[in-house]
């Protein structure tokens, strides 16, 4: 069995109580709690880092964090840092690959690794944040340290590799659009040029390594930050060379299916329709109907089924409990095995 897997799930879960105290415990804990659900992909639930992008993105050379002018999450005064660029971009030194030799060594079912896409060094701050003259020169750049940084997790043994890209979705929302044009940016043009960047990074990548793109409007204590459906990015995010796509498709900021029929041949998606911002228990019957009515565009057999993001994209967490977490990733396990 290949990832992505018909029950799968995004990748960060909540903190446990244990975790400052002997993190490797709280791994090993989480660990074997998705293998005993029946998950044939384990992550580390992210908690080797405190937020989904920042940790590994300020790793590389030239990337430095500060705070976020806008658009902002709802519902909450904080405010998540964003990249910048502020000097020459390079993958220097490893960066997370023994978090992911820790995974493996516990993982008795697949280790899932999750990291940032290059899309991200760029979508928030724009172009008033990169420290390049010329951005085909930095394009070119994140390109090369992403195939060094993808180079490094296989040789490490990863061969299911997920690049987590807010990116596409966020340019579904024309607040998001606007906010790229006074960075300087052309919101029309950069799908294509995240989607190309992307496909340069993978181009060197080993023949059984699975690289998928996770793509949604924003997780941050369960508050987000876009929302329109996929339609305006969806040809230029099928072509990012990618093997799967976890889409956001839990509720109606995400809009309809229809933008699958763009889905290359052969390429899955693993639709995120058990929502990870919210406690209540979504119904089985309601997500059976939901993978129907994708399958018109995607044959079943191109599909699977997941969260539609982690439970805990930074430290905070999102507002539910562990057991309601759980439960959810129980009910994805229990529907993917009635439905495939």
């Not at 690794?113 to 930095?138: C, N, V």
């Not at 006074?182 to 043009?189: E, I, M, S």
């Not at 998606?269 to 109907?289: T, Y």
Request: hydrophobic share 40%.
């Amino acid at each position: 069995m290949t990832p992505p897997f018909r029950a799968d799930q995004v990748g960060s879960l909540l903190r446990p109580p244990n975790l400052k105290a002997d993190p490797k415990a709280a791994i090993r804990a989480v660990v074997a709690r998705q293998e005993a659900i029946g998950l044939e992909g384990v992550t580390d639930g992210e908690l080797s880092r405190q937020w989904w992008h920042l940790d590994f993105l300020t790793r590389l050379d030239g990337v430095t964090a500060r705070q976020n002018p806008g658009p902002k999450f709802g519902g909450t005064e904080e405010q998540p840092p964003i990249p910048t660029v502020t000097g020459k971009l390079r993958y220097s030194k490893p960066v997370m690959v023994d978090d992911f030799a820790f995974l493996k060594s516990v993982a008795k079912k697949t280790p899932k690794f999750t990291i940032p896409s290059p899309s991200m060094l760029h979508l928030r701050a724009g172009r008033a944040g990169i420290a390049y003259g010329d951005m085909e020169e930095f394009w070119a750049d994140a390109a090369a340290a992403y195939k060094a940084a993808i180079a490094a997790f296989a040789s490490a043994g990863c061969t299911y590799l997920q690049l987590d890209d807010v990116a596409f979705a966020y340019l579904c929302d024309p607040k998001i659009r606007e906010a790229c044009r006074k960075n300087g940016d052309d919101p029309d043009k950069l799908p294509a040029t995240y989607a190309r960047t992307i496909t340069r990074a993978l181009e060197d990548r080993p023949r059984g390594m699975t690289i998928a793109m996770h793509t949604c409007r924003g997780n941050f204590k369960s508050a987000w930050v876009a929302e329109g459906g996929y339609e305006p990015v969806a040809e230029a995010m099928f072509s990012s060379g990618v093997d799967a796509f976890f889409m956001e498709f839990d509720t109606e900021r995400a809009g309809g299916f229809e933008p699958l029929r763009f889905v290359p041949s052969g390429k899955k998606v693993v639709l995120g329709l058990v929502s990870s911002k919210v406690p209540q228990l979504e119904s089985r019957d309601e997500l059976k109907r939901r993978v129907d009515q994708a399958a018109k565009y995607v044959p079943l057999e191109n599909l699977c089924l997941s969260p539609q993001c982690g439970f805990s994209s930074t430290h905070h967490g999102n507002k539910l409990t562990p057991e309601d977490q759980w439960r959810k990733l129980e009910l994805v396990v229990q529907v993917a095995r009635e439905v495939w």
